[in-house]
């Protein structure tokens, strides 16, 4: 049925309305009317839906849809000015606007006749760009203090689990990929709609056939290299695992005492924090690296944030 599928397709046409909506607010306070205007819209269209499933429910004539257009344009019709905001052209120079001016403007003018009719505002909007903190290119960063930390967001999102028993910890030989040849701790990429945790009991097993049934969040490292990526790494340790130890494609594990961890084997960063994770103390590291040299760190402690894993 027709409308039955309208019906079942119906949400997501209002949660693209409230998608526009949420948009309108970085806009403000030039989109303050458009962004009642959207809320409005969105109630309608919650009103038409409900005549619809009632149709549906009491299994009424499917042209009745179109006579319940009529009760929700009754509804809509004392709102009239305040939804019949949007234009396609600048109401002053008559060019047309593009989607972003349409949508949150509410003067509907283009941005030449705003700076034309708005002189002081416009001219201060200039100075706040002037003065808003700009993100040097990647290749320029060699030190973590030139980096807007506030602002920056990785390319990539990955995880590390170091597997304890007794005084040994497992490592790999990384065998592909960001670090081949180097020593790390087997981990991964988090995947789409994965959280860090699954990620690193998944990944553990898939590079050396292991099985943790918990994991204990340590810390968090963000790494900015000069050749443009951008990585988030966060850091687990485990004490329990099942399953026998074997050679992956990706890695080759192998046990070490904790006390005789290889440094010089590998990234330059792990000896500035694997030592406070191993007194227990929660960390946030920031890294500016040049392939596989380290040119800057930072790193903050007692640091709880945690929300992402």
Known sequence: MILQKIT?????????????????????????QKRIATLI???????????LTIILARGLPQYLAIVAIIPTLAI????RRRILLFKRTCTSCGVKLSITETL???????????????PEQAEQEVHQEEDAPTQLPASEITDVDQID????????????LYLFDGDKVLLIDKKTGLGKGMVNAPGGHVEEGETAREAAMR??????????????????????????LRMRGYIFFAYEHSGELIETEEADP??????????DRMWADDELWIPLALKGIQFH?????????????????DDDTDEAV
């Open 8 to 32: 079942d397709n119906y949400l997501w046409f209002l949660m693209v309305i409230l998608v526009v909506n949420f948009t309108q607010r970085k806009y403000y306070p030039r989109s303050a």
């Open 41 to 51: 819209i969105a109630g309608l269209a919650m009103v038409y839906q409900i005549l």
């Open 285 to 301: 590291g920031r890294f500016v690296f040049d392939g596989e040299r380290m040119l800057s760190h930072s790193i903050l402690t």
């Open 149 to 160: 930390w506030d602002e920056w967001e990785p390319t990539e999102v990955a995880t590390l």
């Open 254 to 263: 192998f046990w070490v005492p904790v006390t005789e961890l290889p440094y």
């Open 76 to 79: 809509a019709y004392p709102f």
């Open 104 to 118: 949150n403007y509410d003067d509907n003018l283009c941005n030449d006749c705003y700076r034309d009719s708005h």
């Open 203 to 228: 990944e553990i097993t898939e590079e050396t056939g292991l099985s943790v049934p918990s994991v204990d969040y340590k810390g968090k490292l963000e790494f900015q290299f000069v050749d443009g």
